[in-house]
């Protein structure tokens, strides 16, 4: 799996669903990975799986990466969280 791959499925996955939040419905450019990497390695096929990628938002990829951001950014991820959810 190269990087160009990678980006390729991405973007194949933007323009299939929109760049909406998947978790939330605010704008989004983040792929996360459902299955991590960490516990797939690089090469696993999963890394360009769409099925085993969600579109994000800033605040909502952040929550799912707890251990890896300092307590500010959790808590502010946290209050933004749904936002686009109540806009009418």
């Known amino acids: 799996m190269s990087l160009k791959q990678y980006i ?9 669903r929109g760049d909406i939040c998947e978790a939330c419905g605010s704008p989004a450019t983040h792929g996360h990975h459902i299955i991590p990497v960490s516990e797939t390695s690089i090469h696993s096929e999963l890394v360009c799986e769409p099925a ?30 749904g936002r686009a959810l109540h806009r009418g």
């Open 8 to 16: 390729s499925v991405i973007q194949k996955i933007r323009r299939e």
């Open 52 to 81: 085993n990628i969600m579109i994000l938002c800033d605040d909502c990829h952040a929550l799912m990466h707890p251990l890896i951001r300092t307590i500010s950014e959790w808590q502010n991820a946290r209050k933004g969280r």
